[in-house]
């Protein structure tokens, strides 16, 4: 299957900073991706749907100017938790869809902490 | 709003039997229908797809689809202890454009 790389798998940070996360499509080209947040014991919920070229289109209630987007290449997406609070800290994962079949295949995840 | 419904378990199912998951959806317009299995601390990883009513078998694992009475399935069988993890049942609408729609997943437990 398609292979999607996220970086950093993991990361600490103080309140108020801001954090970078890194989606990269590895061997296909990814028009879209997909940002999911998931708490302890909880489902992926969708946060936004990153398009090359374009404003990434967010869900009800996910706070656009607090998590940003940038969806620059066909191989790369970025999230940006700006100004990191405890209540931030998750497990953020993103997805790529393969042309083909529509599957979505998901990077490995990113762990935030926020002390 | 689309909803997708899972029995959170656990499901405790010994090790070598069929263990049976469930997954029930609302939006009556999903095309594509899709088993992850989680493990904890983990991303999903995909185990099944199925896109049409019947069943689809790959392995040790049987997706099952009922369209009509919006209803999805995934048959494991000889568990082993390794399938011990959260099962995540994901719905697409028609058109394809949006992301997922997650259930909250059933953890499965196969007992030695």
């Known amino acids: 299957g398609a292979v999607v790389s996220q970086h950093p798998s993991w990361v600490i940070c103080k309140s108020g900073t801001s954090v970078k996360i890194e989606c990269r499509s590895l061997?296909?080209?990814?028009?879209?991706m997909f940002w999911y947040r998931q708490f302890p014991k909880q489902s992926l919920m969708l946060m936004a749907t990153s398009n090359e070229g374009s404003k990434a289109t967010y869900e009800q209630g996910v706070e656009k100017d607090k998590f940003l987007i940038n969806h620059a290449s066909l191989t790369l997406s970025t999230l940006t938790v700006t100004s990191a609070h405890p209540e931030d800290s998750s497990f953020y994962i993103c997805?790529?869809?393969?042309?083909?079949?529509?599957?979505?295949?998901f990077g490995e995840g990113s762990r935030l902490t926020v002390l | 709003q689309k909803e997708v419904e899972q029995n959170s378990g656990p499901l405790s199912v010994p090790e070598g039997a069929i263990a049976s998951l469930n997954c029930t959806y609302s939006?009556?317009?999903?095309?594509?229908f899709f088993w992850y299995r989680q493990y904890s601390g983990k991303s999903p990883e995909l185990i099944m797809s199925i896109y049409s009513n019947g069943d689809k078998e790959d392995g040790r694992f049987t997706a099952q689809l009922n369209k009509a009475s919006q209803y999805v399935s995934l048959l494991i069988r000889d568990s082993q202890p390794s399938d011990s993890a959260t099962y995540l049942c994901a719905v697409r609408a028609r058109g394809g454009a949006d992301g997922l729609t997650f259930g909250k997943g059933t953890h499965l437990i196969i007992q030695p």
């Open positions: 939006d009556r317009g999903s095309q594509s």
């Open positions: 061997d296909f080209q990814a028009t879209t």
């Open positions: 997805s790529a869809r393969g042309l083909r079949t529509g599957e979505l295949f």
